[in-house]
């Protein structure tokens, strides 16, 4: 049952899923904006185009016909989704999917207004004088986002007065695409924030993994943990929000379905139709699929039994610090050295400050103390060390 997948984003989430698609029999052909992109590398073909150009996009798919179009990224023209459909294409999870997440917007009011699910006070904005108007109404603190980025791009809090105009600067240069509007979301007091990576099945339940828990720094994940200690009453509203979100946008796959818990119970935040960053934890082995695998079977409508939890499991980002396009990694001999370690190197063409240049992985008894487990992964991911040329 080979099938073809076209692959709209070609970074490490992307590099992983080929991998699984691949040990499943299938041929990928990997797309992104630059060369030898992370998913290429493993892939069995690749195209470099520009993926805010809709004629280029076309141009992919008419070439290549496949059985499957996976966006793995937010900046595509995704309302062409709804013409692949309409010419018998497969989208995963959805054109309505894929158009309603990439959009912070959409997928806002699709979980506050129409399914009346918990989530913060809000207020859009497209130019400044209505990014102040929504500023007061909203309440200071509060959280910028663009309405389309990723990795935590553009993000910041306005704490002060004085944050205003930095946060607006910064929400549109973080902003991709060429969507200039902002979401001024009430800041909600959470003693943690989660990851509910959900999986919808053609053919089987809707299934869960267990909570993952994460840290951030400038908007992007630092660590991320799984499982994360949660109250049973708030992980089953969690589980029941992320149910009616997906269910309501259609199609079969993983999603990253993000949540704050509070004193007051689970807030929705936001999710992704895709792998997640934070579910990079999943490659620590402590579940008996990753979620690239999850991800991939359920796109090809193949059975998922269940999904089991065997260990705890932690995962630390290796960040480059210079822009470089030359560079070595050095420490690896040493960080497999820790028992229970392991280590996945991106393979990225180039360097910037703060890219994701790999993934250090720990895991241990399902018992153990889940702070000693992340404690792991960061000496892990202490000991590479990234030279710039």
């Keep these: 049952m080979q099938k073809k997948i076209v692959l709209l984003g070609s970074g490490e989430l992307g590099k992983e899923l080929v991998i699984a698609f691949q040990r499943l029999g299938q041929y990928v052909v990997a797309v992104d904006s630059y060369a030898n992109a992370p998913a290429m590398q493993v892939a069995h073909e690749f195209e470099v185009i ?16 496949p059985h499957f179009i996976v966006p793995e990224v937010e900046a595509i023209r995704t309302e062409r989704f709804y013409d692949y459909e309409q010419q018998g294409y497969t989208v995963v999870p959805s054109a309505k999917a894929a158009n309603y997440t990439m959009n912070r917007k959409a997928i806002r009011d699709l979980a506050a207004k129409e399914l009346g699910v918990k989530t913060a006070p809000y207020q859009y904005a497209s130019t400044l004088e209505s990014f102040k108007e929504a500023v007061a109404a909203v309440g200071i603190p509060c959280v910028v986002k663009p309405l389309m980025s990723s990795s935590g ?36 007091n959470f003693y943690a924030e989660i990851t509910l990576l959900t999986v919808t099945q053609k053919n089987g339940p809707t299934l869960f993994c267990a909570p993952i828990g994460h840290r951030q720094e400038r908007g992007d994940y630092r660590e991320s943990w799984q499982p994360c200690v949660i109250k049973e009453q708030d992980l089953l509203a969690a589980q029941d929000m992320a149910a009616k979100v997906t269910e309501a946008l259609g199609g079969y796959g993983i999603w990253g379905v993000e949540f704050f818990l509070t004193d007051e119970g689970v807030y929705f935040s936001e999710l992704s139709p895709r792998p997640h960053d934070t579910g990079m934890v999943t490659l620590a082995n402590a579940q008996n699929f990753n979620e690239f695998e999850l991800h991939a079977r359920a796109i090809l409508g193949l059975p998922i039994p269940q999904i089991i939890q065997e260990k ?20 690896l001999a040493d960080a497999l050295q820790i028992a229970n370690a392991d280590v996945k190197l991106f393979g990225k063409p180039t360097t910037r400050p703060y890219r994701r240049m790999g993934v250090a992985l720990a895991h241990d008894a399902l018992q153990t103390p889940i702070e000693q487990v992340v404690e792991k992964a960061k000496k892990i991911a202490a000991t590479i060390q990234i030279s710039y040329h």
């Excluded at 105009?165 to 979301?185: K, N, P």
């Excluded at 705890?312 to 396009?325: F, G, R, Y």
């Design 312 to 331: 705890a499991a932690a995962s630390a980002v290796i960040l480059a610090q210079e822009s470089s396009t030359s560079y070595s990694i050095e420490g």
């Design 153 to 188: 791009k553009g993000q910041s809090v306005i704490k002060k007065e004085e944050d205003i105009l930095t946060s607006w600067q910064y929400a549109l240069e973080g902003s991709r695409g060429d969507l200039q509007e902002v979401i001024v979301e009430g800041f909600v």
């Design 50 to 65: 520009n993926m805010l150009d809709g004629n280029a996009l076309d141009a992919v798919i008419t070439k290549h016909q």
